[in-house]
């Protein structure tokens, strides 16, 4: 009988210690009431006693910016937390790093923040299910800012997310790092809504030649600035497909690095001449040689380039003395051919035009 009332008495120690430390934790918070606008709670580990706390409280009437990143919240703890009525002026929530999986994910697809603008649920572990509800969403029509990145997201949920009609403000998305494969690129490809889309980011996805295609075809995404397609597993008939597109005529930087587009995916790139704000252009690591050095050195459209990184290729003296001659990259100020095949006449060549080259 001492045992048991012993290990009772543990469990209420235990539970007043943690309800404690996150009294004190949120103590300051609290006492500015309605003058708190931001709260970053950022890897303070709040638990279920943090989420509950937080579910109750009723003065924080203006807090517009929530940071829950990093804090042990599972499903039951989304879900408290999403019960919360009073954040109606909130505009920006981080959820990433939190197990709260699908049905985390679909509480905050329910919830009242009808004002919210920027939105992490970066590996939430939502899967397709988690993409599924946020697709079905209807009020977050000032939405602009989406990372549903590391989620083990497949064609399921990107074809769901990509019929959404709610995120017309959208600019920014970011699908990296997912299981997103050429028949939900298909699918996102063909969207219609974003037509304010400046960044997407569907790097470390196995998108392969078929993907890019589709992507390629897109033509409603005219505002597109951005566009990360690092290590999406395509090869120079990708590229190529990529590359005919002529509705991104703002785009500004492209990264397709840790690809394996070799001379012909470069030859395909340099071919292109809609991209003419381009300013920044990333291949690291795409086995390209000298041939395809030299197809890109003929460039004539790119005249705002800043910055190209052909690291980590097979590029050899030749090619680094025709990129030198290039006459059109009169802004050119970061150039990196670091981990080629260069010897001092092709390092020569390029730090002689470009004196701040990284070789």
Sequence with gaps: MGGANSKKKSSRTTGTKGESKISTLLEPYIKQGESLTALNLDNKQIGAEGARALSENTTWTNLTTLNLCRNSLDAEGAKVICKNT?????????FSFNGIGAIGVTAISDSTWANLTTLNLSKTEMGDEGA?????????TKLTTLDLSNNSIGAEGVRALSKST???????????RNEINSEGVCALSENTTWKNLTTLDLSWN????????????????????????????????????LCENTTWTNLTTLNLSFNEIDNEGASG??????????TTLNLTSNHIGSEGATAISKNTAWANLTTLVLSQNKIEDEGA???????????????????????????????????????
């Design 269 to 278: 790139i340099s071919k292109n001449t809609s991209w003419v704000k381009l």
């Design 206 to 241: 196995p998108i392969r030649a078929e993907g890019a295609s589709a992507l390629g075809k897109n033509t409603t995404w005219t505002n597109l600035t951005k566009l990360v397609l690092s290590n999406i597993y395509i090869s120079a008939e990708g590229v190529r497909a």
């Design 321 to 359: 003395v025709a990129l030198s001659t290039n006459t059109t990259w009169t802004s050119l100020k970061t150039i990196n051919l670091s981990g080629n095949s260069l010897s001092e006449k092709g390092k020569s060549a390029v730090s002689s035009k470009w004196p701040q080259a990284s070789l």
């Design 132 to 140: 599924i509800a946020l697709s079905k969403n209807s009020t977050w």
């Design 166 to 176: 709610t995120w017309t403000n959208l600019t920014t998305l970011d699908l990296s």
């Design 86 to 94: 009073t954040w109606a002026n909130l505009t920006t929530l981080d």
